[in-house]
């Protein structure tokens, strides 16, 4: 199938590892520009030069901390000096600490919050005019089971998280009959760099082993594994393409069938 993505221009923040970054080489691999962001410099120089190795899409970094009131900004300008425009925007945002609600520090959820939605919705802002002229785009948020099925050990993610599910729906319904698409991709157990933080962090509560945590929690998918980057970044591939313009103020699971609810 083609994705119909070559010649496509895409933003991919927090895309200097984990399912950002997994992105970014799939949406070049089908011959999209992509403009990696994130805060370790040195990474996204890297990875962005590995990808122009392979000669398919180009791609680009940036340097921002979504902690930055002017991040939304910082992400714009390198758009507009790298590549133009945006056709496709990837609105992936790092996660708060582990923890129960109750442990929670309150006093530093305003900054979680601006960090992992009023960021999302600010650099939307600032690319949609583009998307708008032309005619075409896509606005694929990443978000996490907990918005679904929330997770006892990430409850300020399940907090937080959650309103990015409102603003995609609302969105995407003021959007539709213009050719734009903003959808939500909820990944399950992803074996990730920040999923083993969270494995080690596991075992450390439960007094197991790393290897221990993994297996318990493997055991919980029905799929009996957790997924891969590459898999996760296909579907998102397949979201923001030509033959998906149909699908639309949706969250797409992809998950080994690890949330339980129909």
């Given at each position: ?29 089908e ?49 507009a ?17 582990p ?59 399940n ?33 990730t ?6 494995d ?21 998918i ?41």
């Amino acid at each position: 199938m083609d994705l119909g993505l070559k010649g496509k221009r895409a933003l991919v923040m927090s895309s200097s590892r984990g399912l950002g970054l997994g992105i970014a080489r799939v949406l070049a691999e089908e011959g999209a520009d992509v403009l990696l962001s994130g805060r370790s410099e040195d990474r996204l120089a890297a990875e962005a030069a590995a990808i122009n190795a392979k000669g398919q899409g180009r791609a680009h970094w940036v340097g921002c901390d979504l902690a930055s009131d002017d991040a939304a900004d910082t992400l714009a300008r390198a758009v507009a000096d790298t590549m133009g425009a945006a056709d496709i925007l990837v609105a992936n945002t790092g996660g708060p600490p582990p923890g129960k609600m109750v442990e929670a520090d309150l006093t530093k959820l305003t900054a979680q919050f601006n960090q992992m939605v009023l960021r999302v919705a600010e650099t939307t802002d600032r690319l949609l005019p583009a998307m708008r002229k032309a005619g075409w785009g896509r606005v694929l948020a990443i978000g996490s089971s907990g918005v679904i099925q929330p997770i006892p050990t990430l409850a300020v993610s399940n907090t937080i998280r959650s309103a990015l599910v409102g603003w995609s729906k609302s969105l995407s319904n003021d959007l539709a009959a213009e050719g734009i698409t903003v959808n939500m991709l909820i990944p399950g157990r992803i074996h990730t760099e920040r999923v083993d933080e969270l494995d080690e962090a596991a075992a450390k509560r439960g007094g197991i082993t790393l290897d221990e945590a993994r297996a318990a929690s493997a055991k919980t998918i029905p799929a009996g594994r957790y997924g891969t980057v590459e898999e996760f970044a296909k579907t998102a591939a397949f979201l923001v393409s030509e033959p998906a313009s149909y699908i639309t103020g949706s969250l797409i699971r992809c998950d080994g069938g690890s949330i339980r609810s129909v």
